[in-house]
C-alpha cells in the first residue's frame, strides 16, 4: 500500500520558501528556488518516535494545518 504524506509549502516574508512534512510536521527545507523541494522530499522520511509522540494529535494538526492556513499542500512521497 502506498501512503503518501502531503508536503505544505509557504512563502517567508524574505522570499524563501519552507517544506513542511504534514506527517511529522518538520520543516525539511528553507529554499530560495520552489524547484529545490524535490529533491528534499523524496529522501525524506518521517521521525518514528516523533510520530510516537504526536500520536493522535497528528491527524487531527494535519486538517487544521490545511484548512485553516490555506497553505499549497503537495503530496510527493510516503513517509514511515
Known amino acids: ?13 524574505n522570499g524563501t520558501h519552507d517544506s513542511i512534512c504534514l506527517g511529522c510536521f ?11 523541494f524535490a529533491r528534499h522530499e523524496i529522501n525524506h522520511v518521517c521521525d518514528p518516535v516523533r510520530l510516537h509522540q504526536l500520536g493522535q494529535n497528528a491527524i487531527s494538526r494535519r486538517l487544521e494545518l490545511t484548512t485553516t ?3 499549497f499542500v503537495k503530496s510527493v512521497r510516503n513517509c514511515a
Open 1 to 13: 500500500m502506498d501512503l503518501r504524506i502531503p508536503f505544505a509549502h509557504s512563502v517567508n516574508k
Open 26 to 36: 518538520s520543516t525539511l527545507a528553507t529554499v530560495r528556488n520552489e524547484f529545490e
Open 69 to 71: 492556513r490555506g497553505i
